[in-house]
């Protein structure tokens, strides 16, 4: 069956400091891919997507996103984080003909002052 | 454009009672899709309505059913409600119905708690 992991239960970093949240799916083929973020109270917002092309993918708020083929994987940087990139950020892909979207647990991201 | 509404958004229930929650899609979206998200499972796709026909189901016992109106608006009810359904339920509309993906805005979603 077809599965999104995010290792990462919890991150902590500091401000300023770059930030790296990793995603691994299992399909076959290639899926459509997915980060979205989730604030305190609020519903989820799409960061970025991949359907296909150029495997570096930039978002939204400075994010941005390689799919490797190779790894399986969908991971999300960004070079500086700031005080307010605090949230939960859920990896999903979508597969399969009947095109329904597969989430991971997500990864809560704190951000030191 | 106003985003995807849902009421109510915080409901407090006890076992065995009956709970109906509302989404209204953004203005223009057709489908209108359904989630459970609790800290243990994550996100579960529940149903997927597009027409007022439904399009996609989840994993979910009979006890979850849906449906969506003729204005696009979409209600969930959940019937002999159980302490495990206790979960925030999210509803996300898009413009058109799988298998076409399209990109899906959420509400804020309705805090459900069963005691």
């Known amino acids: 069956a077809q599965s999104v992991t995010q290792p990462d239960i919890h991150i902590t970093v500091s401000e300023g400091a770059s930030l790296e949240l990793r995603c691994n799916y299992s399909y076959g083929a290639t899926p459509y891919l997915f980060w979205y973020v989730q604030s305190p109270g609020q519903g989820l917002q799409l960061l970025l997507k991949y359907f296909s092309g150029d495997t570096l993918v930039q978002g939204i708020k400075g994010f941005e996103a390689e799919f490797k083929r190779s790894q399986s994987s969908f991971n999300l940087r960004k070079p500086s984080v700031h005080w307010s990139d605090a949230a939960e950020y859920f990896c999903a892909v979508v597969t399969g003909n009947n095109r329904k979207l597969i989430w991971g647990l997500g990864t809560s991201l704190a951000v030191n002052p | ?115």
Request: glycine share 10%; proline share 6%; aromatic share 12%.
């Open chain 2, 1 to 115: 454009k106003a985003g995807v509404t849902q009421t109510p958004r915080y409901l407090i229930k006890t076992r065995g009672q009956q709970v109906t929650l509302s989404c209204s899609p953004i203005s223009g979206h057709r489908s209108v899709s359904w989630y459970q998200q609790t800290p243990g499972q994550g996100l579960q796709f529940l149903f997927e309505y597009f027409s007022e026909t439904q399009r996609n189901k989840g994993n979910f016992p009979g006890r979850f059913s849906g449906r969506q109106f003729s204005n696009s608006r979409s209600e969930m009810n959940v019937s002999t409600l159980e302490l495990g359904d206790s979960a925030l339920y999210l509803c996300a509309s898009s413009t058109h119905p799988s298998p076409t993906y399209n990109e899906q805005f959420f509400g804020p979603g309705t805090r459900l708690t069963v005691l």
